[in-house]
């Protein structure tokens, strides 16, 4: 049986398509994309667009060990609301994804339970201490496609040389948590006016500025690829404009999050607005969007990072830091970054769906006839309201809970079978 997507506007960055036409799949494969096509089920895309399925390389599955906050399961359920299709898991899990079996561990409860693609990143140091490097060949032999400590940094700058170096030598990206975690110690929030007004202890921007330069130059010395993740500073920014400038095999990301809102969303103590790095200022929201749209930032990702009720109603400074984003993902960037004019729907779609994909070299983010049928159909225009009850994800810790967005995803496709249809 083919399925036959009509009516709908093409979006299609890798191919440089966007323009009116019909996409054809068949066994799970993209067909043809062209003008009066022919297919046995019809889903008519009237208003839509139609897209690649997002790629989102920066997402906590907490599967194993931390089950009670999301599983893959879930957090699959959770990403196809969101219109995406496949997901790089973090490897901080409990225990670390610093082995071969623990790749495989993943790989198989995927293939088991998760309606989406998704693609294990591994530990970059063993047991994420950032003292001994982990096995890299045999990480990406067992299917990892990027090496992380992400939520550390490594500290030492010797093994994160080395760390590099292996890194690079068996060609794998190296996603990187650019933090001086001696100068974040302690801190709940952006230093500044906000948490100076709250009472409470700050984490400096040059934490996260200090880092994404050492980090890069390392890089730069080893030939190495990094990817620097959840990039939050407007310093950090330039920083990585100025290493491409160079030639640094450096590629960024931001979340969605750091383009739409600022530290004051935590005034009211609203934990569900803490993570990190935090929330910054309107100056450092200005510089990401201009990042985004000058292509310094390669993609979006949403640093999804589902906690439990229980672990986010206490005391600021005691909440975990992170926030879900795969559901609101795409809303976001039409609200906040396509209907205000800061980019074209062409431009929010590459940094959505191909951006992540060329990063971690994945076979995805793309409608080339023969690839994989992943497909995202979205309403730019619709309204909805985002609420809690709504999630797919076992855990509801967004900043956005009953905010009204723009956007919304209205079918998605993996492997050539819808696997969600917006009610």
């Known amino acids: 049986m083919s399925l036959l997507i009509k009516n709908g506007q093409i ?22 994309i062209g003008k009066e096509l022919q297919g046995d089920d019809i889903l008519d895309a009237t208003g839509c667009i139609v897209s690649p399925g997002l790629v989102d390389i920066h997402c906590h599955f907490r599967e194993p060990g931390f089950e009670s906050k999301e599983t893959i399961a879930t957090g699959s359920q959770a990403a196809a609301r969101g219109g995406v ?3 790089v898991t973090m490897a901080n899990t409990n225990p670390p994804i610093d082995n071969a079996g623990l790749v495989e ?15 294990p990143a591994a530990c970059a140091t063993k047991d994420m201490h950032g003292s001994e490097i982990t096995e890299m060949a ?10 992380t400590d992400d939520g550390k940094d490594i500290s030492s700058s010797l093994v994160m040389r080395h760390a590099l170096d292996y890194a690079g030598m068996v060609g794998l990206p190296f996603l990187s948590h650019s933090e001086d975690e001696t100068l974040a110690a302690g801190g709940a929030m952006n230093e500044g006016y906000c948490a100076t007004l709250m009472g409470l202890p700050g984490i400096p921007k040059v934490a996260e500025d200090i880092r994404t330069d050492r980090n890069i130059r390392l890089a730069e010395l080893t030939g ?117 004019g800061h980019v074209s729907l062409e431009k929010a779609v590459e940094l959505l769906c191909l951006g992540g994909a060329q990063v971690c070299n994945l076979d995805a983010g793309t409608l080339t006839p023969g690839a994989c049928a992943d497909v995202a159909v979205f309403d730019p225009q619709e309204e909805w309201t985002v609420l809690s009850e709504d999630f797919a994800s076992r855990s509801t810790n967004s900043p956005f809970i009953d905010q009204t967005l723009k956007g919304r995803v209205r ?12 009610p």
């Not at 920014?237 to 931001?254: C, D, F, Q, Y």
């Open 411 to 422: 079918h998605t496709i993996c492997k050539g079978k819808i696997i969600y249809s917006a």
């Open 85 to 87: 299709t496949t997901v």
């Open 224 to 340: 190495a690829h990094i990817h620097i993740q959840h990039v939050s500073t407007a310093a950090s920014v330039e920083i990585i404009r100025l290493a491409k400038k160079r030639g640094a095999r450096v590629t960024a990301e931001s979340a969605p999050h750091y383009f739409s809102l600022t530290d004051e969303a935590t005034l009211n103590f609203n934990t569900n607005a803490k993570m990190n790095p935090p929330l910054r200022e309107q100056e450092d929201v200005e510089a990401i969007i201009e990042g985004l749209k000058d292509g310094t930032l390669d993609c979006i990702a949403t640093d999804h990072a589902p906690h439990t009720q229980t672990e986010k109603r206490v005391e600021f400074q005691m909440a975990p830091f992170g926030i879900t984003g795969l559901e609101t993902s795409l809303a976001l960037t039409m609200t906040y970054l396509v209907h205000p």
């Open 105 to 119: 561990l993943v790989i198989r409860r995927a293939r088991e339970e998760a309606c989406i693609q998704v693609c």
């Open 11 to 32: 979006i299609d960055p890798a191919n440089k398509i966007s323009g009116l036409f019909d996409l054809l799949i068949e066994d799970g494969k993209i067909k043809e």
């Open 138 to 147: 045999d990480l990406k032999a067992a299917g990892a496609v990027a090496v």
